[in-house]
């Protein structure tokens, strides 16, 4: 098999690890119904006797409501171990389909001689990969549980985006993106894509957990949800490890390589102007966030806002523009 | 965050502390971010005079009435408009006028005590009970050790029988240095701007120039800058090659560009031979030499009826597409005794095709050049002092030439080849063709002092975004049975992260400090 034919072959793993991922999403999504039907089991057995406390036990918090299984009839307990198998059989199918999913972009990377993330196709599933391991490395927590139906379904979008309407066959590289610097430099834009994405599941998350906290849901979805509070937190966590990653890599390491291809180092051209558009924004949510009385869903919000700016400078900017950075292949 | 009203009766020191106050509030830096974000969009979106001249003359061209508007509000120039910089500048000062404070209060907090234990340590976020045999003064030794070994900076005793330290003053001073930092690289590209230039030239292969304004092509400089400045070098460019994707998805795109070029870097000095590439610029004297654009050059020679040569070399074609079929103009001016001025349309096919749909390009290599032209006869207005477009005829008083039929004059040429002129005017052979590059010579004042400052901010960012300010404090207190009990409790400063840290390191002070009680004691009775 020549090296085109293992990067073209890329296309056809990445598919098949969408429906792996299929599986995981279903598995999540049987989960997500089981634990639902715990609560409302849980709020029914509970509601006659007493009323007001479990009002009170899960109302600012939304935190799943701490039902003392042993004491349940036998059903619930059911239930229970479901939804718990569910849940491990989806992080299985989920860490096999991130395995295929890795085995697509090594091969379009060894397929092509050079890092994979050169064309929209490539940034997307590479950015997929790390927001999927980014992921995984949450799922021990309940926040990262919590967003599980949620995070796949995006990676699921992604990635059928990417073997669609993003898809170009292997080759080389213009000359202007042939340089070591498009390593480091699209590398850290990828990881920061990643993180960014995983940080705006949880913040549109957090939107609604504290939604539905305020108005004291004891079932729902919003109840469902881990509290605001540590949604809020995991959203603010990703985006400090994204936002230096950002700063370094499309910004600084940008302008560096800006300078050594056209000789200046910032040119604003669009999607320099859009990185630095999503860079304000995100330094305004670690603002708000940092001032009294922007905490929780306000500051989700500008969370939000800057998430639509990193889709913009990876979708729009390519799509609509024709800068000097026109080379998404579209 | 207070909102301070205007009282009537504010005087003009007041009030000026008033905006001060409001300039330097956190909320207004949040307004500031999100109002340079939104003002830099419209430079995105419409075309800059800028970077793209060419698609705003089209912009105009076709929208007049609004382009009037665009053009009173700057939209054309987005970021040099005064809106844009009044909008950058309230954010410098606004940065500054934060900082200096903050660094203030940071120097005196770093200097003042942390605070007494409060009474009630069990009520604190993080919290551990043990008890112990050693004695109360000891153990409050060990804690202090304990604490200092973790970079705890400790209160004075007190003789209140705890020990109170404090941790994570990096974040505080990892927060200013990257503000400061960002104020230092705003100041540097701005710096950059009234220093530096950039210009370039179109040098055909086998041709060169020398590095002064007068053989630019084009130039943009900034305020400051000075032609003395620039390095007096000269270049040639020896050859320049270009090579394309064969085959595949994406054939013809470019793969490498590549200029062989002796240049000598002051009048002089000894020559040198440098290849310059896309990626790899040539450096002299503080000034950086690119590739830009390329093209091709077909060369042409124009006789006279009686053979004498009115014109040969090379002429650099504009490429129109992607497989660089190029057009141009080739401007003979003959002396009157002589005949009549010729001026020739062409446009060049490196690798031309002809079908059913006209000559055209399959190819960016020269693999079959051709040329198809037309040619004029009359007076070029080359003598009359306004300046002209090399890549158009001026054909006011020109006049095409037409054949025997009566049709326009038109020949197709491939390389070698001749065509006689109608009337017997002369002769037109295409000789061949060299291949030309744009080169930009350019300098960026202050780009060591932004990329320093800009890798100080992103490290001091780390520090603010990753260090934990808290403090932590030991209590030690005989308790009733006799037993020394130890108290050990945490709280953060900022809300950031979530408690479970805390507790782990309020975990690891009282684990540290029982693995040294139990040193000591196994000191003891050795
Ligand atoms: C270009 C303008 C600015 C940028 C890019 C920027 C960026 C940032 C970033 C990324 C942080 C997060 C660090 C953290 O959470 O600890 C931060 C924190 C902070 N910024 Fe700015 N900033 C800017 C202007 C300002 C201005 C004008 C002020 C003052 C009015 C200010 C005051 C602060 C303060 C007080 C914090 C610390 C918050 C805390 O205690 O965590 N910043 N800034």
Redesign the interface.
């Known amino acids: 098999m020549d090296l085109?034919a293992v990067a073209e072959w890329s296309r056809y793993i990445v598919a098949a690890a969408m429906l792996v991922y299929l599986g995981a999403w279903l598995a999540f999504c049987a989960e997500a119904g089981l634990r639902g039907r715990l609560r409302r089991m849980a709020a029914e057995a509970a509601v006659p006797q007493q009323e007001l406390v479990t009002a009170a036990a899960s109302g600012p918090g939304g935190s799943e409501p701490t039902a003392t299984v042993h004491s349940q009839p036998e059903p619930v307990r059911d239930v229970e171990q479901r939804a718990e198998r569910m849940g491990l059989l989806g992080q299985r199918i989920l860490v096999l389909a991130t395995v295929v999913l890795a085995a697509g972009v090594v091969m379009r990377g060894v397929g092509t001689g050079r890092t994979p993330w050169g064309n929209m196709y490539e940034f997307s599933i590479t950015g997929s990969l790390v927001a999927v391991v980014v992921f995984l490395m949450l799922a021990r927590t309940a926040a990262g549980r919590a967003i599980a139906v949620w995070a796949v379904l995006l990676v699921f979008l992604t990635l059928g985006l990417a073997v669609t309407v993003l898809y170009?066959?292997?080759?080389?590289l213009?000359?202007?993106l042939?340089?070591y610097?498009l390593v480091i430099h699209v590398g850290c834009a990828v990881v920061a894509f990643g993180l960014f994405t995983i940080s705006a599941v949880v913040a549109a998350l957090q939107i609604v957990a504290e939604r539905s906290a305020t108005r004291g849901l004891t079932h729902g979805f919003g109840a469902s949800l881990p509290s605001a509070g540590?949604l809020d937190?995991l959203a603010?966590?990703l985006t400090?490890v994204a936002?230096?990653i950002w700063?370094?890599g499309p910004?600084?390491l940008g302008?560096?390589w800006a300078?050594?291809?056209?000789?200046?180092?910032?040119?604003?051209?669009?999607k320099e102007?859009?990185a630095?558009?999503t860079w304000?924004?995100y330094?305004?949510y670690?603002?708000?966030?940092?001032?009294?009385?922007w905490?929780g869903s306000r500051a989700s919000v500008v969370a939000l806002i800057g998430y639509a700016?990193v889709l913009f400078s990876y979708f729009g900017?390519n799509v609509f523009?024709n800068?000097l950075h026109s080379y998404g292949g579209l | 965050m207070k909102r301070d009203a205007r009282a009537p009766g504010l005087t003009r020191v007041e009030f000026a502390r008033w905006i001060w106050r409001q300039l330097t509030s956190m909320r207004v830096a949040l307004i500031l971010l999100f109002l340079l974000a939104v003002a830099a969009i419209p430079g995105s979106i419409i075309p800059q005079s800028d970077t793209d001249p060419l698609a705003v003359r089209d912009f105009r061209a076709r929208n007049p009435g609004l382009s009037e508007w665009y053009d009173r509000l700057g939209l054309f120039d987005v970021y040099a408009a005064p809106w844009f910089a009044a909008i950058y500048l309230a954010l410098l000062v606004s940065l500054v006028g934060c900082i200096l404070p903050r660094t203030w209060q940071h120097v005196k907090a770093l200097r003042t005590q942390p605070p007494r234990a409060p009474r009630r340590l069990s009520r604190m976020p993080a919290y551990r009970r043990v008890e112990v045999d050693a004695s109360p003064e000891e153990v409050l030794g060990l804690a202090r050790a304990e604490l200092r070994s973790r970079r705890f900076r400790l209160a004075a005793d007190r003789g209140d029988g705890a020990v109170s330290g404090e941790a994570g003053s990096l974040r505080e001073t990892g927060n200013l240095i990257f503000h400061l930092a960002v104020v230092v690289v705003l100041l540097a590209v701005a710096g950059g701007g009234l220093f530096g230039y950039r210009a370039t030239v179109l040098v055909p292969e086998g041709a060169g120039f020398t590095n002064q304004v007068i053989q630019f092509d084009n130039l943009s400089a900034g305020p400051m800058f000075d032609q003395s400045d620039l390095p007096p070098f000269s270049l040639d460019v020896e050859s320049f090659t270009m090579d394309f994707v064969d085959s595949g998805h994406q054939q013809g795109l470019p793969e490498e560009y590549a200029a062989e070029v002796t240049f000598v870097p002051e009048p002089g000095a000894q020559p040198q031979q440098r290849t310059i590439r896309v990626n790899e610029p040539l450096e002299v004297g503080g000034s950086l030499i690119h590739i830009l654009n390329p093209g091709y050059a077909p060369a042409f020679t124009v006789r006279s009826a009686d053979g004498t040569v009115l014109a040969e070399g090379p002429v650099a074609f504009l490429p129109q597409d992607d497989n660089f079929t190029s057009t141009g103009v080739v401007k003979v001016q003959v002396p009157p005794e002589q005949g009549e001025d010729i001026g020739i349309e062409g446009v060049f096919y490196p690798t031309a095709v002809l079908d059913e749909n006209g000559p055209r390009s399959v190819f960016p290599e020269a693999r079959n050049p051709a040329v198809f032209l037309t040619a004029y006869h009359g007076n070029l207005g080359l003598d009359d002092g306004t300046p002209q477009s090399v890549f158009r005829l001026d054909l006011d008083d020109m006049e095409q030439f037409e054949g025997a039929n009566g049709e326009p004059f038109r020949a197709a040429l491939g390389q070698g080849e001749t065509v006689e002129l109608p009337g017997g005017a002369g002769y037109i052979t295409f000789d061949g063709y060299v291949t030309w590059v744009n080169l930009q010579i350019s300098r960026n004042s202050g780009k060591e002092i932004a990329l320093v400052a800009a890798v100080a901010a992103v490290i001091g960012l780390m520090g603010s975004l990753y260090v934990r300010r808290r403090r932590a404090w030991v209590r030690a207190d005989v308790g009733p049975q006799g037993r020394t009990v130890v108290e050990v409790a945490g709280l953060h400063r900022a809300e950031t992260s979530a408690d479970d840290h805390l507790a782990d390191e309020v975990g690891a002070i009282t684990d540290g400090l029982l693995l040294r009680l139990s040193g000591s004691y196994d000191e003891k009775e050795s």
């Open positions: 085109d170009v066959p292997p080759g080389p213009v000359p202007a042939d340089s610097w540590a937190r603010y966590r400090a936002f230096p700063t370094f910004l600084i302008a560096v300078e050594v291809s056209w000789g200046r180092y910032w040119d604003w051209d669009p102007v859009w630095l558009i304000l924004a330094a305004a670690l603002h708000a966030r940092a001032t009294a009385g905490k700016t900017v523009f800068g």
